[in-house]
Nanobody
């Protein structure tokens, strides 16, 4: 079974930055970031495979997804944060690459979730 352990997150002021990390127990799996705000559906934020990355329109130009093979870790750098970025963020993994926009039902493995709160 693939295990995903998230870290980072927390609180920031609008315009600030935070970085999320997700350590994979099986690094070769395809990975992505999702988020879920209270009362809203879980949405795909970003995914990455070698040579390309996809982003939700709401985060394009502000968030960057990256991978570190040596550390078996997926990152989400979040800059120019806005209050509407406030949500629980989840790392997800699957053996197969998925099409954009991402459907959370297609992902087998999930991290525990980590809270990001942005104040105005």
């Amino acid at each position: 079974e693939v295990q995903l352990v998230e870290s980072g997150g927390g609180s920031a002021q609008a315009g600030g930055s935070l970085r999320l990390s997700c350590r994979f127990s099986v690094y070769s799996y395809y990975g992505a970031w999702f988020r879920q705000a209270p009362g809203k559906a879980r949405e795909g934020v970003a995914d990455s495979i070698p040579g390309r990355a996809n982003y939700a329109d709401s985060v394009k130009g502000r968030f960057t997804i990256s991978r570190d093979a040596r550390k078996n870790t997926l990152y989400l750098q979040m800059d120019m944060l806005k209050p509407e970025d406030t949500a629980m963020y989840y790392c997800a993994a699957d053996p197969s690459v998925r099409n954009w926009p991402l459907d959370p039902k297609q992902f087998l493995y999930w991290g525990q979730g980590i809270q990001v709160t942005v104040s105005s």
